[in-house]
Each structure stands twice: as C-alpha cells, then as structure tokens.
C-alpha cells in the first residue's frame, strides 16, 4: 500500500520560488499516476499537475511557471513552482492512483498525503 508525505512548503514573498516534495512509501510503479493539488481556505481542492510515464502534465494557472518531476530510485516526486503570488496560497496535497490514466479530479486519486502549507505574502 503507498503512504505519501509531502515536505518543503513554508512562506515565501511574493516572486519567490518553492520545492515541494513528495516521498512515496510502498514504491509506486512508472505507471502509476502521481499528481499535486492545493486547497485555499475556503475554497474546493484545485488541481495542479501530474506526472505519469515520465510525461508531466499542469493545470493552465500553473503550467508557466511549474515543474513537475519524478525521481523513481527516491520514490520521490517534486513540484517546483516560481514566480509565486499571494493567490498561491494554500495546503499543497500529494496524490497518487493506479494506473496511467490522467485526471484532474481529485475523486479519481486513492491516496493522499497530509498536505504541506505553502504561504505567499505580497
């Protein structure tokens, strides 16, 4: 079974950069699909990007300015976004799911982690 935690969040001023992790316990397949998304107060779990097959994938707010990566020996995703503005703010949750299909919604991703808190002040 693959349990996730995400680390490197933290608060950043507007225009800076983050590096977001994701170690993956249970050693996920190339095949199988690993993907962010970020929750603001308030507002509904908002997908960010996927990486599957060695093919990353991002959502249109993001796909400028993001890198999603993917380090198999570490078991180990990453989500490198810059240029980050206050809008930015928000629980960054790691995702995973069986499989190459890819999805944006978050109902199709099996396991998640805890989240790690990004914060952008302008």
């Known amino acids: 079974q693959v349990q996730l935690e995400e680390s490197g969040g933290g608060s950043v001023q507007a225009g800076g950069w983050l590096r977001l992790s994701c170690t993956a316990s249970?050693?996920?397949?190339?095949?199988?699909?690993m993907a962010w998304f970020r929750q603001a107060p308030g507002k509904e779990r908002e997908y960010v990007g996927c990486t599957s097959r060695g093919v990353s994938y991002y959502a249109g707010s993001v796909a400028d300015r993001s890198t999603i990566s993917r380090d198999d020996s570490k078991n180990t995703m990453y989500l490198q976004m810059n240029k980050l503005q206050p809008e930015d703010t928000a629980v960054y949750y790691c995702a995973f799911r069986r499989g190459t299909e890819i999805s944006t919604s978050a109902t199709h991703f099996q396991t998640w982690g805890r989240g790690t808190q990004v914060t952008v002040s302008s």
């Open positions: 249970g050693r996920p397949a190339e095949n199988d699909t």
